[in-house]
Nanobody, 117 residues
């Protein structure tokens, strides 16, 4: 199982960024997928989740209305479109498989998003 995030970088407040997570090594379409983030000095925080087929999504209150999670089961990817970012969105963003695969969790290595003017 491998999850590889990409797309992070430096963005100005009010700007946009699109993160992507490429999955391999498991039946991608059989699992919901989620995004989390960890800001400096804070606990890891839930950001968004998307159901197996992509028809159901949930967001944390802090990103609702600004971020959009999507997935492409054919390409085995999940994306996080981040719009109207603010300083509080600065964090390392991780994608993860919802649930256990052969008894363990799987996380990507993370991608850094820095919001700075």
């Amino acid at each position: 199982v491998q999850l590889v995030e990409s797309g992070g970088g430096l963005v100005q407040p009010g700007g946009s960024l699109r993160l992507s997570c490429a999955a391999s090594g498991f039946s991608f379409s059989s699992y919901a997928m989620s995004w989390y983030r960890r800001s400096p000095g804070k606990e890891r925080e839930f950001v968004a989740t998307i159901s197996l087929g992509g028809g159901v999504t949930e967001y944390s209150d802090s990103v609702k209305g600004r971020f959009t999670v999507s997935r492409d089961n054919a390409k085995k990817t999940t994306d996080l479109q981040m719009n109207n970012v603010n300083f509080d969105d600065t964090a390392v963003y991780y994608c993860t498989v919802d649930g256990l695969i052969k008894g363990r969790e799987y996380w990507g290595q993370g991608t850094q998003v820095t919001v700075s003017s």
